[in-house]
């Protein structure tokens, strides 16, 4: 917003007033305003693109919104109602098949909510079958579910597209898992808590990939 715009702004808010275009006379309001951006604002404030005095009057109570990354629990539940919202919109009965979410579930999702969305939009609109696979992920299966052999069964390229899938997955997950496991100390209830999984989830996932010894 530019700043012309924040002092015009800041005023509603503080007088709690505005004029219509072509308008003579100041309209009274009584609003709650909420406000939502994915910058950092103290250091718009510093950098002089965010009038302080408007960061203020916003910024009674904050409420910092996590990335969808560190709440993967929150996954599943999104996906479900994004696959329903998209199939009453297309006419169409979609469901999604475990290994897809499971790739979901592993992805990083940069873009967050809003990546997710679009990703189960693409995929409710541009799946042949009636249920989600893990190739019917756009980008999604290119980067996680990539051309890559390295840790899979040497006769892997023998396998039919659910196994070669649920193989790849399984070499994703325990990489994930042994990955929080390091950064976490080997701490369990911390990594569980990072992969949005139950401490007892996580133990039983450690002893069918073979990482009990080193967690």
Known sequence: MPLDMQVKLLRALQERTFERVGGVKPVQVDVRL?????????????????????FYRLNVIPIQLPP???????????????????????DREVSISQEALDALITWNWPGNIRELENVMERSVLLCDS??????????????????????LPSDVEEL???????????????ARIQKVLEAEENNVTRAAKQLGISRK?????MKEYGLRNEA
């Open 201 to 205: 989830s996580l133990q039983t996932k």
């Open 130 to 151: 009636q249920c989600i696979q893990p190739s019917d992920l756009p980008e999604i299966g290119e980067n996680i579910l990539g051309e890559s052999t390295e840790g």
């Open 68 to 90: 969808l990354r560190t709440r993967k629990q929150d996954i599943p539940l999104l996906v479900e109602h994004f696959i329903g919202r998209f199939n009453d919109r297309l």
């Open 160 to 174: 039919g597209l659910k196994e070669y899938v649920r193989a790849h997955t399984a070499m994703l997950e325990r």
């Open 34 to 54: 909420i406000a939502s951006t994915n910058r950092n604002l103290e250091e718009e404030v510093r950098q002089g693109t965010f009038r302080q005095d408007l």
